[in-house]
């Protein structure tokens, strides 16, 4: 169920470990919310088209998006999107020489009845 999407200017060096910090995302969600781990999905999306402000090119951005199912608390939420800024801030630390990043996160509802799943499991031969 979580949708996790991590979406960044390409100014922030695209070959950073991201793996190693959607770990961290999937870990901690699932510690904060009670969330089955094996259910956290996530992804990263550079954008090579993107304007900061004025636009000017030590502009760079890192927006995390974390979607859950509707009904946790507003402390949860407020946990989830502190816990997610945290981990950005440390992730982007050293991300890029003389770039002002900025870092938000967001965490938004998703409706139950208007989500649909299907589990596959595949056979090798």
């Known amino acids: 169920m979580p949708q996790i999407t991590l979406e960044h200017s390409a100014n922030l060096q ?21 969330i089955d781990i094996d259910t956290c999905k996530s992804r990263v999306v550079t954008l090579d ?30 946990e989830l999107g502190r ?11 050293d991300a890029g020489d003389g770039l002002d990043i900025q870092l938000t996160v967001e965490i938004r509802d998703i409706d139950r009845e208007a989500y649909f799943k299907e589990r596959l499991t595949s056979t090798r031969p």
């Open 14 to 34: 695209p070959e950073r470990p991201w793996t190693n910090l959607l770990g961290h995302l999937h870990d901690q969600i699932a510690g904060l919310s009670g």
């Open 49 to 78: 088209k993107y304007r900061v402000g004025d636009g000017a090119e030590d502009k760079a951005f890192a927006h995390l998006t974390i979607r859950i199912f509707a009904g946790r608390s507003p402390a949860v939420k407020t």
């Open 83 to 93: 816990a997610g800024l945290a981990l950005l801030k440390r992730h982007l630390a």
